[in-house]
């Protein structure tokens, strides 16, 4: 996805903006399931993933989430290329409580309608014991924040979570945060979004793409 804009632009306002590459970690071993804080690897086909949504891309730096299925890549990524490297535990994927580690079958047949309400209104029914949603975006936009006022006119590749990307989504877009899971945010997807000088993400309503 690109964040584009309308106005013609200099070769200044060019060189001021920042273009962040989010980049959700491709498969992981054990499956599709609610795994949050869990620390599970990569498969070897989810590190094939990401290392196709990026070849003949070019970054100016990286910043990870510290767990293991974004690490990893952004370890060997960064070594190979000679980049900066930072991990962000604000990047984490949002923390499921008691769900960690279910998949949604064994869920529905613990408790289906707990897992109906956070599908169909995460914002008001957050699952048990885990992180609400508002929390969730809060600490995600914290480390937002930072990438945009400390990263000015760079290229950064931001290696994290589909949660984490959703959220930002709806930050960006404008969207409430009831509507993250609207957001299609596959393995090894990876979604831009340019940022002015001015620090404002920039979003038009026939904007939104997939890198």
């Not at 290392?51 to 960064?78: E, M, Q, Y």
């Not at 949604?104 to 995460?122: Q, S, V």
Request: charged share 25%; hydrophobic share 40%.
């Amino acid at each position: 996805m690109l964040i584009g804009h309308s106005r013609r632009r200099t070769s200044r306002d060019t060189r001021a903006s920042l273009r962040v590459g989010l980049l959700r970690h491709g498969e992981v071993e054990g499956g599709s399931r609610f795994r949050g804080h869990t620390d599970d690897a990569l498969t070897a086909i989810g590190l094939q993933q990401m290392h196709a949504a990026t070849d003949g891309k070019h970054w100016d730096r990286v910043i990870s989430s510290p767990l293991t299925r974004c690490a990893a890549f952004a370890n060997a990524f960064a070594d190979r290329h000679s980049l900066p490297l930072t991990f962000d535990a604000r990047l984490k994927e949002m923390y499921f409580g008691i769900w960690e580690g279910c998949t949604a079958a064994e869920l529905m047949a613990i408790d289906a309608d707990a897992l109906t309400r956070f599908w169909n209104a995460p914002d008001k029914y957050p699952p048990p014991c885990g992180e609400p949603l508002a929390r969730f975006q809060a600490r995600v936009l914290d480390a937002w924040n930072d990438i945009v006022i400390g990263h000015a006119g760079q290229r950064v590749l931001v290696v994290t979570h589909g949660g984490v990307i959703r959220a930002l989504l709806c930050h960006v877009l404008k969207q409430p945060l009831a509507q993250l899971q609207t957001f299609e945010v596959d393995h090894g997807g990876l979604y831009g979004v340019r940022v002015d000088d001015d620090g404002t993400a920039l979003s038009t309503p026939d904007a939104v793409r997939r890198v």
